[in-house]
T-cell receptor, first 114, second 114 residues
Framework: KAGVTQTPRYLIKTRGQQVTLSCSPI?????VSWYQQTPGQGLQFLFE???????NKGNFPGRFSGRQFSNSRSEMNVSTLELGDSALYLC?????????????FGPGTRLLVL | AQSVTQLGSHVSVSEGALVLLRCNYS??????LFWYVQYPNQGLQLLLK??????LVKGINGFEAEFKKSETSFHLTKPSAHMSDAAEYFC????????????FGKGTRLSVIA
């Protein structure tokens, strides 16, 4: 069974630009979560989508947005990039089983903002 | 609000020695607890999870963790370290009521000395 895939794996952008990252969940998984990982702040939750609806949202500015498609694939977008947005962005998918959701992570997209 | 504290940002052990990575959590409701491992330039891989079924949880690669409610701890152990165990380890907590994001600790980098 294929795991969570994320594209692209590496990305370099300049301040002020926008970027879109993509995540394909494990087949059959309907929930997709996004996390930002930085050396200073560690792993922080961005948002979660389930059945094309945002179900949870972390404490990030509105420049960070996401969406989920009918096939459960998800994208996140960051507009007006800042240097501090440089991070590893991780996507995780899960197959809701009541309260016992286990999240499976992709390899991440490493974003560098210059 | 839930939180996780991992004691020791860096732990160094000799090959063949006991591995002990500490994790304490704070949660107002019965938690679900997880340990993930991250190898360089990779995403997070689930080692094990506690979902209230048994307090001693066995995971992959010879790791296990014990849930101690009285100490609010979920320490990760492995009897004998192997060079391939060198990685970053993250403890995470989620709300057992479900549909909530993972809250991660800051991580512990494990070095294994030959």
């Amino acid at each position: 069974k294929a795991g969570v895939t994320q594209t692209p794996r590496y990305l370099i952008k300049t301040r002020g630009q926008q970027v879109t990252l993509s995540c394909s969940p494990i087949s059959g998984h309907r929930s997709v979560s996004w996390y930002q990982q930085t050396p200073g702040q560690g792993l922080q939750f961005l948002f979660e989508y389930f059945s094309e609806t945002q179900r949870n949202k972390g404490n990030f500015p509105g420049r960070f947005s996401g969406r989920q498609f009918s096939n459960s694939r998800s994208e996140m977008n960051v507009s007006t990039l800042e240097l501090g947005d440089s991070a590893l962005y991780l996507c995780a998918s899960s197959k809701p089983q009541g309260a016992q959701e286990t999240q499976y992570f992709g390899p991440g997209t490493r974003l560098l903002v210059l | 609000a839930q939180s996780v504290t991992q004691l020791g940002s860096h732990v160094s052990v000799s090959e063949g020695a006991l591995v002990l990575l500490r994790c304490n959590y704070s949660s107002s409701v019965p938690p679900y607890l997880f340990w993930y491992v991250q190898y360089p330039n990779q995403g997070l891989q689930l080692l094990l999870k506690y979902t209230s079924a048994a307090t001693l949880v066995k995971g992959i690669n010879g790791f296990e963790a014990e849930f101690k409610k009285s100490e609010t701890s979920f320490h990760l152990t492995k009897p004998s370290a192997h060079m391939s165990d060198a990685a970053e380890y993250f403890c995470a907590v989620s709300d057992s009521r479900g549909n909530t994001p993972l809250v991660f600790g800051k991580g512990t980098r494990l070095s294994v000395i030959a």
